[in-house]
């Protein structure tokens, strides 16, 4: 069975960079038939893709039109973990973050357990 | 863009009655895409329903999931008092790689 755990500051400054880290196991952040990623949830934009690191001969990282220019996803390989990193965050990205499996890009099969991130000074 | 309107926004029935929820999509969508979603308060979202109509591993049969092109519709039937939780549709577009998720629909037991 896969478990995502996930770990980061639950509070973050305006301007500020959120960072989250999902420990993977019962899987591995290089198969190459899952990738991993990252969803938020709000009351104002529901559940909303951030973007994914997958493996396929290399790494590969696509990413949301909506935060492309300030998100970054990263696999570790030693620790079979992997990361999001959010910068110059607003209130507006205060949300539930979830990291979360999914397999041969067609769902999201396994999701970590969220984490409620505040964005506020 | 892909744009999911679910409807209705909540659906007030009793155990043993049947919920029927649409999902329609702003242009026609791949079957094999379109996936469907359990989400109780507190608990992260749980995956039900994959390709339009395949039960994910563990999903009792009183689930069930139809429809392509631009309408798809995930049934449950015989409801019971654990099934209250919000319901989202999502698809999947490969070029580029998007993932979209619909407003979801609630469902309370009375």
């Known amino acids: 069975q896969v478990q995502l755990q996930q770990s980061g500051p639950r509070l973050v400054k305006p301007s500020q960079t959120l960072s989250l880290t999902c420990v993977i196991s019962?899987?591995?952040?290089?198969?190459?038939?899952?990738?991993w990623n990252w969803i938020r949830q709000s009351p104002s934009r529901g559940l909303e893709w951030l973007g994914r690191?997958?493996?396929?001969?290399?790494?590969?990282?696509d990413y949301a039109v909506s935060v492309k220019s300030r998100i970054i996803i990263n696999p570790d390989t030693p620790k079979n973990q992997f990361s999001l990193q959010l910068n110059s965050v607003t209130p507006e990205d205060t949300a539930v973050y979830y990291c979360?499996?999914?397999?041969?890009?067609?769902?999201?099969?396994?999701w970590g357990q969220g984490t409620l991130v505040t964005v506020s000074s | 863009e892909v744009v999911l309107t679910q409807s209705p926004g909540t659906l007030s029935l009793s155990p043993g009655e049947r919920a029927t929820l649409s999902c329609r999509a702003s242009?026609?969508?791949?079957?094999?895409?379109l996936v469907w979603y359990q989400h109780k308060p507190g608990q992260a979202p749980r995956l039900l329903i994959y390709?339009?109509?395949s039960r994910a591993t563990g999903i009792p049969d009183r689930f069930s999931g139809s429809g392509s092109g631009t309408d798809f519709t995930l049934t449950i039937s015989r409801l019971e008092p654990g099934d209250s939780a919000v319901y989202y549709c999502?698809?999947?577009?490969?070029?580029?790689?998007?993932?979209?998720f619909g407003g979801g629909t609630k469902v309370e037991i009375k």
């Open positions: 242009q026609s969508v791949s079957s094999t895409s």
């Open positions: 390709g339009a109509s």
């Open positions: 690191t997958y493996y396929r001969s290399k790494w590969n990282n």
């Open positions: 019962g899987d591995s952040v290089s198969s190459g038939n899952a990738a």
């Open positions: 979360v499996r999914s397999w041969h890009s067609a769902y999201f099969d396994f």
């Open positions: 999502q698809q999947y577009d490969d070029s580029p790689p998007r993932f979209t």
